[in-house]
């Protein structure tokens, strides 16, 4: 709690539960960040050459969950919302938004040459073309990808 002031004011017992709590949910999130990074590697892995990237996109069922997985990490990474997120802490957490949006875009390149791939992405209820203009503005403004990339 940044109320220093507020804080010690509290009952013991509030203070401990309250601390348990953010315990939990402080695993919770480190948790759910190596989970997506896990994701983002192997999506990453899949769809860097062009013999597993069409095994992996030959059912239609994978290519339409892959596309909303990844425009939902593209609203999250340059979304309206992201500038509402404050880590205190990135570093603790393992929250890296610029390597993030790198592999979002690798996988997405990786995949594009797919074309349940593209038509699953232009059919995509959420897809946002503001996201892909902002991650790309994002990209050359920070210098992300390079020809290795």
Do not use: C
Not at 108 to 134: L, Q, R, S, W
């Amino acid at each position: 709690m940044k109320d220093v002031a507020t804080w010690n004011a509290q009952p013991a017992e509030t203070k401990k539960r309250r601390e348990g709590y953010f315990g939990v949910q402080e695993r919770t999130v480190k948790g759910f960040m190596s989970l997506a990074i896990a994701i983002l590697e192997l999506l990453q892995h899949l769809s860097s050459t062009r013999t597993l990237a069409s095994k992996f996109m030959s059912n239609k069922l994978t290519a339409f969950k892959t596309v909303s997985m990844l425009t939902r990490f593209y609203e999250q990474i340059v979304g309206p919302k992201f500038n509402d997120l404050n880590v205190d802490n990135p570093q603790k957490y393992n929250f890296k938004p610029q390597d993030l949006l790198k592999r979002i875009i690798a996988i997405t390149m990786g995949f594009a040459h797919e074309k349940i791939f593209v038509h699953m992405f232009a059919e995509d209820m959420d897809y946002a073309h503001e996201y892909m203009n902002k991650a790309l503005y994002v990209v050359n403004k920070h210098s992300l990808l390079t020809k290795e990339a």
